[in-house]
């Protein structure tokens, strides 16, 4: 269809919906391209913020665990040099026993290496007796005129063995088996908090068979500390002192440190 204009020309009429289409093909697409482009940059932007949690989750699960390494390191090396202020037995969970021996010294008679060799020399003869090594000397040291020295042994019974002393770290019936008669008295010990100190209470009678069964026994003969790898639950009638939860002191009821009685230690293995 053709139509005059003022100046005798004619022009071409395209219908609405001829001219509409070419205009409204390039909007819409502009916009779905918009919209697709928008979809990419949240996608990108939520991997992104995924990337960066599980890289900040990752930092600060490291960070832990360095500080955790961290405190273990600094308990480790603040107990390496920790000594005991007393004659101490320690029972490890693994069967070892630790000596720390804490006793007058003369310096004006005898010295520090007098002191080591004796006692290399007499670690030296037990382990070759039983051609094996073991017990360790660890530490020796002379102060005070006070001399600490600290041993290791294999077990229970090298410790006996070697000091001559009755010594037991095994579970009630063994210890019925070994012969051990716990007919006396025996007092409980009520567990500590971070604000009161365990106590004793009073010795009493006890049906053995029946509150020990399945527990542990430590047997000493010995006027010293003893510290279990557990919690204390009963202590046989003795002159003793509760120092936490798990060690108790030895003492000679008559003040003779010559004297000594068989003392069981009942606990609860951790």
């Known amino acids: 269809m053709t139509r005059k204009t003022p100046g005798g020309k004619t022009s071409g009429m395209r219908s609405r919906s001829t001219a509409a289409r070419p205009a409204a093909r390039p909007d819409r697409q502009g916009a779905l391209s918009q919209q697709l482009k928008e979809a990419r940059r949240k996608k990108r932007q939520k991997q992104v913020m995924r990337n960066r949690l599980i890289f900040g ?110 010594t037991f770290n095994d579970t009630y019936e063994s210890a019925i088996e070994a012969g051990y008669d716990f007919n006396t008295k025996y007092s409980m010990l009520n567990e500590g908090t971070k604000d009161s100190a365990p106590t004793l209470t009073e010795s009493q009678s006890v049906d053995t068979d029946t509150v020990f069964a399945g527990k542990r026994v430590v047997a000493v003969n010995e006027n010293v500390t003893v510290v279990v790898p557990g919690i204390i639950e009963y202590v046989s009638d003795a002159n003793v002192e509760a120092i936490s939860n798990n060690t108790i002191k030895i003492s000679p009821a008559d003040g003779n440190n010559d004297s000594t009685s068989l003392v069981y230690i009942v606990y609860r293995a951790e």
């Open 57 to 166: 989750g990752g930092c600060v699960a490291v960070l832990l665990i360095i500080i955790l390494l961290i405190v273990k390191l600094f308990g480790f090396i603040s107990g390496v040099g920790k000594k005991a202020e007393t004659s101490t037995i320690t029972f490890d969970k693994d069967g070892k026993v630790v000596f720390e021996e804490v006793v007058d010294f003369d310096t004006e008679v005898y010295s520090k290496s007098d002191l080591k060799d004796y006692t290399n020399d007499m670690i030296s003869s037990y382990n070759d007796a039983n051609e094996d090594d073991s017990i360790k000397l660890n530490k020796i040291s002379v102060s005070d005129n006070k001399a600490y020295v600290k041993t290791t042994y294999k077990d229970v019974a090298t410790y006996s063995g070697f000091t001559s002393y009755q």
